[in-house]
């Protein structure tokens, strides 16, 4: 007993020393693992209509051209990262194009046929529009149309992507960098009057250059702010490209395209780009149910993949590779009827024929019935339209283990804002809301204008003032909410240009919580603040300007982890504001004691000990009606 006694406390000190020694051990060294770079440089590959089988497919082929059986890869299957991504739209188990690059593009689900804007038809803010704002360069491509359903909800809002006409004309408008491939659909449109003028006169007017050919495009490139490359042959300019058997030599190519794009777009010190290079002609031909197009656009896309694969050789570091597909065409399968065989050896007897006859993979399935080469190579396909299973993501570089495993379609572009390290000068909410204010009747002389963050939202004041906007209304004006969640003084100086030019009647304005949990300081704050308030009076000299101090806040609720310890400089900035306000001579309309625990009294205490009645907030920061009540009759006086 002694001796298993012993033992029993040296496995005790024993577990104890190296206990001692990991945690020592983890301490020295939590901080030697080298943090992953953030990418810079940003390739997002789509291949239209392309599922695991088209994969398959072409892989099974490029091993059959070798003579062999089995699976000869693509560059991009060889990718260290695969994942899955599901592609119902937001009507429909099955999505059309536009509603899964809508997806793509902005993290939203909408519904098939719309391009870029939410179920509700608000325009939504793609990732290439948040990633210009931040300052990084932004190309789109095709081999189809630029104003196809993919690359269009790259740049686009529209309920139709049908719309070619008004698609291709919100193009310029994007004041992106580079585009490239296929030229504009909506060139051809026939029911508008002169279109392909139109549409140009408005590239040429935002100011782009169209080089038509790789030979033009590098004569040019010096002297352009932003390039568009089209074709080489101009009156083929506002066409797909060709289909890569049947390109001649001075025909463009995806590869090309995407060669021309980096050229453009890199620069050494540069803050880095983000570009979506779709591989639009798989769709096309799975469509068709075209085997041999289906293959060799997948080839073909696989190469333009490879240039971007060399830069990212030589910028390992900061460059990610994401490869992906909007949806699954034609549910194709490998094996037909009853054995395990396939004869893909057609195929190839097919793409041979093909480059020495007047056959061509454009022409060889009208010379036969539609279905006679797959059922040769016993190649199956239960759709001439799209499927609703999964698709592959493959990635490579920075962050790339974020596209691992199972994900939605709309994880994708938000796990990419990720690997860039990329954080959107605004929340979605704020440019759908924006989107919604653009839409609205425009403001007039005659508005009373509330102007905020989400206690101004959140507010019924239209309601709280019935009898005054009644009055209002008669003269042709309103009170409107220009309150937004999340707002800032800065995303409110934003979209002043939806306010002033109509020279409102009255603005009530408040804003500044948002702004504390940003660690500003105070003084940031309140200049912030009242550089709006100037622009106001400088571009609206008539409107009558209320400045509303900010309302405390109850941190025993524990809702907003990065107010904690910030209570005393809501008193701090109000006391800031109204110095400036009388400076300014703006009436200044002290709020902030009427929604203190036990109201003014509690300016007694401590700045810090301050705080909001917990009796007329639902999480210390936001109010309940019964504290909007308080707030309508303390400015019940100047709504007027």
């Keep these: 007993m002694k001796f298993k006694s012993f033992i029993s406390k040296v496995a005790v000190v024993f577990a104890a020393l190296m206990f001692l020694f990991s945690t020592s051990y983890a301490q020295e060294h939590k901080h030697c693992k080298k943090e992953e770079p953030n990418a810079k440089y940003v390739f997002l590959f789509i291949g239209d209509g392309m599922g695991f089988a088209h994969i398959a497919l072409t892989e099974a082929y490029k091993s059959e051209v070798k003579g062999k059986i089995g699976s ?57 529009y948040k990633l210009k704002d931040l300052g990084y360069k932004i190309g789109l491509m095709t081999t189809v149309t630029i104003d196809h359903a993919t690359p269009a909800c790259f740049y686009a809002h529209n309920t139709k992507r049908s719309d070619y006409f008004n698609i291709a004309m919100e193009l310029p408008e994007s004041g992106f960098d580079f585009f490239g491939g296929g030229g504009f659909g909506g060139a051809k449109a026939k029911d508008i009057e002169n279109p392909e003028k139109q549409i140009y006169d408005k590239v040429a007017k935002y100011g782009y250059t169209v080089a038509y050919g790789v030979d033009d495009y590098k004569a040019k ?44 777009l890199y620069t050494p010190d540069g803050k880095g780009f983000f570009m979506m290079c779709e591989g639009g002609k798989i769709d096309y031909a799975a469509h068709n149910n075209d085997a041999a197009n289906t293959i060799m656009e997948t080839i073909d896309m696989d190469e333009a993949i490879a240039v971007a694969y060399d830069f990212y050789k030589k910028h390992p570091d900061e460059t990610l ?17 009853k054995g395990y065989k396939m004869y893909l050896n057609e195929i190839e007897k097919v793409v041979k024929e093909s480059k020495q006859s007047d056959i061509t993979l454009d022409n060889y399935m009208t010379k036969d ?71 609205d009747t425009p403001i007039n002389s005659n508005d009373i204008v509330f102007l905020g963050n989400s206690l101004t939202e959140g507010g019924k004041w239209a309601d709280y003032f019935a009898d005054v906007n009644e009055k209002l209304a008669k003269k042709g004006g309103a009170i409107r909410n220009r309150g937004i969640v999340g707002d800032t003084f800065g995303g409110i100086d934003a979209r002043l240009d939806q306010i002033l030019p109509g020279q409102p009647k009255t603005i009530f304005f408040l804003t500044g919580a948002n702004d504390v949990s940003h660690d500003l300081s105070a003084d940031s704050i309140a200049n912030g603040i009242i550089n709006v308030v100037k622009r106001i009076k400088r571009e609206s000299p008539k409107t009558k300007i209320y400045l509303q101090s900010l309302l405390p806040i109850n941190e025993s609720f524990k809702r907003y982890r990065l107010l904690t310890g910030k209570t005393a400089m809501f008193s701090e900035i109000n006391a800031k504001l109204k110095e400036m306000a009388k400076e300014e001579k703006v009436t200044f309309i002290e709020l902030y004691p009427l929604f203190l625990t036990n109201g003014p009294e509690d300016l007694k205490l401590p700045a810090s000990e301050q705080v909001l009645n917990p009796n007329i907030t639902r999480d210390g920061l936001h109010l309940t009606q019964d504290g909007y009540k308080i707030w309508a009759e303390a400015i019940r006086k100047y709504v007027k």
Aim: hydrophobic residues 40%; glycine residues 8%.
């Design 72 to 128: 000869e890869p693509l560059l991009f299957t060889q990718f260290p990262v695969m994942g899955m991504a599901t592609t119902y739209s937001a009507s429909n188990n099955i999505t059309c194009s536009s509603a899964a690059a809508t997806a793509l593009a902005s993290g939203i689900k909408t519904f098939n046929g719309a391009v870029g804007v939410y179920p509700d038809s608000i325009p939504v803010y793609q990732i290439s």
């Design 221 to 264: 490139k010096g002297s352009a702010d932003k390039m568009i490359l089209f074709q080489a042959d101009k009156s083929r300019k506002d066409k797909i490209l060709p289909y890569a058997c049947g390109r001649s030599a001075n025909d463009l190519s995806l590869k090309q395209v995407v060669e021309s794009a980096i050229d453009f």
């Design 321 to 337: 590779i994401v490869v992906t597909a909007d949806h699954e065409t034609g549910g194709l399968t490998l094996g037909r009827e």
């Design 369 to 439: 019935v539609r279905d006679t080469l797959s059922k040769k190579a016993r190649i199956g396909w239960t759709t001439r339209s799209h499927t609703g299973i999964a698709v592959p993501v493959f990635a490579v570089g920075s962050h790339s283990s974020l596209f691992a495993g199972r994900q939605n379609n709309t994880d994708i572009p938000k796990n990419i804002m990720k690997a860039m390290g990329a954080t959107a000068p605004y929340t979605d909410h704020y440019y759908k809301r924006k989107a919604i204010f653009d839409k």
